[in-house]
């Protein structure tokens, strides 16, 4: 199985602040790489696919990158609606994985 | 606009069983694979099983290979998930999502095991 290894588990940052986290995954899996937002007690949202590509609708301030093994979601000013949990998944190939999730809190 | 509804949750013994269903609107649901993902209490998302569009294909977590199985009836644009044997680590609020890259999202069912 396919491991994905997100870092940081969690950060704390500011309004403003540019923050990115990253996705390793043990075995390479092309682009199949996706990136979902949850707020507490809400459905995943996801953000980008394939690695880089913006979901519609999700601000420009969002941005991935990466193939093979390492993947980035960076958030290039953080606005206090972007304070939620992160997580990254692989679906290259079966079972799927995710990453154990980036708590993103304010400072 | 996507929708996914799930329902069919609720407490259960160990050992028992439960079908939850994922009823779809606003896409065409016999042309997309479907997925199911769950989250148990305070902790991340795992993916559990995954079905192609026409149903002939089926994948599993290893956690729950043997035990759930993923179904649809695309004539009612509805997924579904057996799930027999369950244990206290099944444990989770379960979603049903669309595309093997989860594009959508339904709003989550709670399942309960426990004696």
């Known amino acids: 199985d396919i491991q994905m290894t997100q870092s940081p588990s969690a950060m704390s940052a500011s309004v403003g602040d540019r923050v990115t986290i990253t996705c390793r995954a043990s075995q390479g899996i092309s682009n199949n790489l996706a990136w979902f937002q949850q707020k507490p007690g809400k459905a995943p949202k996801r953000l980008i696919y394939?690695?880089?590509t913006l979901q519609s609708g999700v601000p420009s301030r969002f941005s991935g990158g990466g193939s093979g093994t390492e993947f980035f979601l960076t958030i290039s000013s953080l606005q206090p609606e972007d304070f939620a949990t992160y997580y990254c998944l692989q679906h290259n190939g079966s079972p799927y994985t995710f990453g154990q999730g980036t708590k993103l809190e304010i400072k | 606009e996507v929708q996914l509804l799930e329902s069919g949750g609720g407490l259960v013994q160990p050992g028992g069983s439960l079908r939850l269903s994922c009823a779809a609107s606003?896409?065409?649901?016999?042309?997309?694979?479907m997925s199911w993902v769950r989250q148990p209490p305070g902790k991340g998302l795992e993916w559990v099983s995954g079905i192609s569009d026409g149903g002939d294909g089926a994948y599993y977590a290893d956690t729950v290979k043997g035990r759930f199985t993923i179904s649809r009836d695309n004539s009612k644009n509805t997924l579904f998930l057996q799930m027999n044997s369950l244990r206290p680590d099944d444990t989770a609020v379960y979603y049903c999502?669309?595309?093997?890259?989860?594009?959508?999202w339904g709003q989550g069912t709670l399942v309960t095991v426990s004696s």
């Open positions: 606003g896409f065409t649901f016999s042309s997309q694979a």
């Open positions: 999502a669309n595309r093997w890259w989860l594009e959508a």
């Open positions: 394939a690695a880089a």
